[in-house]
């Protein structure tokens, strides 16, 4: 997506300050059961992409301190959610998109995050989907089934036609797999035909066979938002949203993680029910006239505690003032803990 102008206040969360990358909960009785990191919009721009210097597309930079930093907290995320646009992409031409396919899944695959064994979790987003007309395209699903395999964590999704009246197989690009007690669900939101589209039908029918198998957390994890920041018109189509946003309040699910706006906010549309989480300030440039308590890039760590209390928290490093692509040594932009809320629902 262009950057967007973000001329109107965002909803600001209290902050609480960390000064390192281990978990600051209260001291109570309660603690940690697992946790996940999000992070989506880890792109650079159109013009500094250069396929022999960086064959992604990719910040490297911010990337390489988003893995670094995950692989140090304590404890450590069972999985790392990539929401999206990790590459440049928008490429028409399948070869060259399966190039930079696997040019970051072979540099994820070398980071502290794999070889501490935390689970990297791929999502698709619209600059690997999309072709230069902005549209979804069958070739680019296909080269994301193969050259990120290791990263595809199901293959019960959806196939071509069914209620969602799907133009190709969906099944490893919009899926679901358990861990614990949390139920999660990975979600194409760009399939082929329909754009800004996520399959509505099947989804309301997978969180509804979770709650009845006794899942207790549903955590759907998409790159377009349902509901994108400042009323924007970025995330999934009105109706589609509409569908998918009842059947997640109807169960109750604390939260629909997100990214293709580049910055973290937080949303509640309806007061007290499901949460919209948007984190996509990965590394690509960020949203002008943000506030300066939202100019950060960083990821998102959502923890589900043993009570059962679902906090998020989002860890945030200053952009580099020599440009967003620069290096940025942690001694100089340390990462520390920028916004927090409970998102636990509260019957």
């Not at 999502?123 to 990120?148: I, L, Y």
């Amino acid at each position: 997506m262009s950057t967007r102008n973000f001329g109107a206040a965002t909803t600001i969360v209290a902050a609480l300050l960390c000064a390192t990358l281990v978990s600051c909960f209260k001291k109570d009785n309660d603690t940690v059961d697992y946790s996940f990191v999000v992070v989506g919009g880890c792109r650079v721009d159109k013009a500094d992409t250069n396929t022999t210097l960086n064959p992604s597309g990719a910040n490297v930079a911010e990337l390489d301190r988003t893995l670094e930093d995950v692989a140090q907290l304590d404890p450590k995320p069972a999985y790392v959610f990539f929401a999206g646009d990790m590459i440049y992409g928008y490429e028409p031409d399948t070869a060259k998109l399966g190039r930079m396919f696997a040019a970051w899944r072979d540099h994820v695959q070398q980071s502290p995050v794999v070889k501490a064994g935390i689970k990297v979790v791929a999502v698709t987003g619209n600059h690997e989907m999309q072709d230069t007309d902005r549209k979804s395209f069958a070739g680019a699903e296909m080269a994301w089934e193969r050259e990120m395999s290791p990263f595809i964590y199901g293959d019960n999704g959806p196939h071509a036609g069914g209620l969602d009246s799907l133009t190709t197989d969906q099944s490893k690009l919009t899926y679901s797999f358990n861990y614990k007690d949390a139920h999660f669900i990975v979600l194409n939101t760009d399939p082929v035909g329909q754009d800004s589209h996520i399959p509505a039908h099947w989804v309301a029918d997978d969180i509804t066979a979770a709650r009845k198998a006794g899942a207790k957390h549903i955590f759907p994890i998409g790159h377009k938002p349902a509901f994108a920041p400042d009323g924007g018109t970025e995330g999934l189509t009105f109706g589609n949203r509409s569908d998918l946003w009842q059947s997640l309040e109807n169960n109750h699910v604390e939260a629909m993680l997100a990214s293709h706006v580049h910055v973290f906010w937080p949303f509640q549309p309806h007061h007290a029910k499901t949460w919209m989480l948007v984190g996509g300030n990965g590394g690509t440039q960020l949203e002008k006239n943000l506030p300066p308590n939202k100019q950060y890039f960083g990821f998102t760590l959502v923890t589900v505690m043993k009570s059962g209390r679902v906090i998020v928290k989002s860890y945030g490093r200053d952009v580099p003032k020599e440009g967003y692509a620069a290096v940025a040594a942690s001694s100089k932009y340390p990462t520390t803990v920028r916004d927090s809320l409970d998102v636990t629902w509260k019957d």
